[in-house]
Every structure is written in structure tokens, then in C-alpha cells.
């Protein structure tokens, strides 16, 4: 919990200092906010301030990062389908990122926000299941 807070911080800070700037003034924030993680034995923050950091470009950009888990791969036309829903639904561009899970047996789980859109098969397995012994 900690090193999430500290990363949420950290990156806040590094975004603000990038925001807007040349390609030559970023380098050279990055290279300092690297040594300065060096310095501060923060290195193990560095995996949590990059996702914090997307985080914050994605907000300010308007893009919603979804996360696609199914078994297998899917079919560009799945993803692509998938994606144009949620721009529908949300009003914004989304970027996904496809998970393979075994937990999932057929169908995709979709996580978005903080929602989830679980069209599995175990799910709809479940719901069968509960309407029978009703």
C-alpha cells in the first residue's frame, strides 16, 4: 500500500515536471528522477510510477485502458469490436490490453475503471445454475 501511494507521488511529480516540455528536457528530468531513485534505494517504486504515470497521461488525454482477459487470443475483429462498445459506453478513447487466463474457460472478462464486464462462461454457468434452483 505504501509503495503505491509513494509511487502515485512520485509520479505526480515527475508528470508535472515532463508535462509540456521538448524531448531534451524530459531526458533529462528522466535521468535525474533515475538517479535520484538510485540514490534513495527507490528502485523497487520504479514498475508502480511508470503504470502511475500512464495513469495520468490516459486521464488527461481522454483514454480508458481496458484489460481483455479470455483464454486464448482473440481475433483483432473481437478486440476491435470490444473497444468500439466501450467507446460507445464510455465516450472515450480506449486502449486495450489483451490477458491470457486460465481461470477464464471461455468467453472474456473485460476490466475497465473500476468496473468489470464478465461475459465468461463460468459466469454464465453460475447465473444458469441460480435460475435452476430457484
Known amino acids: 500500500m505504501k509503495n503505491k501511494k509513494q509511487a502515485k507521488i512520485l509520479a505526480s511529480g515527475v508528470y508535472q515536471a515532463i508535462k509540456n516540455k521538448q524531448k531534451k528536457e524530459v531526458d533529462s528530468v528522466v535521468d535525474n528522477f533515475v538517479v535520484y531513485l538510485k540514490e534513495k534505494r527507490l528502485m ?3 514498475p508502480g510510477v511508470i503504470e502511475e504515470l500512464e495513469a495520468l497521461y490516459f486521464e488527461e488525454q481522454g483514454i480508458i485502458k481496458a484489460q481483455i482477459s479470455a483464454k486464448t487470443d482473440l481475433p483483432a475483429k ?3 469490436a470490444i473497444e468500439e462498445i466501450l467507446n460507445k459506453k464510455t465516450g472515450q478513447k480506449i486502449i486495450t490490453e489483451q490477458v491470457k487466463d486460465d481461470e477464464v474457460l471461455g468467453g ?3 476490466k475497465y ?3 468489470i464486464i464478465d461475459m465468461s462462461l463460468k459466469r454464465q454457468l453460475n447465473n444458469l445454475a441460480k435460475q435452476l434452483s430457484n
Do not use: C, F, G, R
Open 44 to 46: 523497487a517504486t520504479l
Open 108 to 110: 472474456v472478462v473485460v
Open 78 to 80: 473481437n478486440i476491435e
Open 113 to 115: 475503471n473500476d468496473k
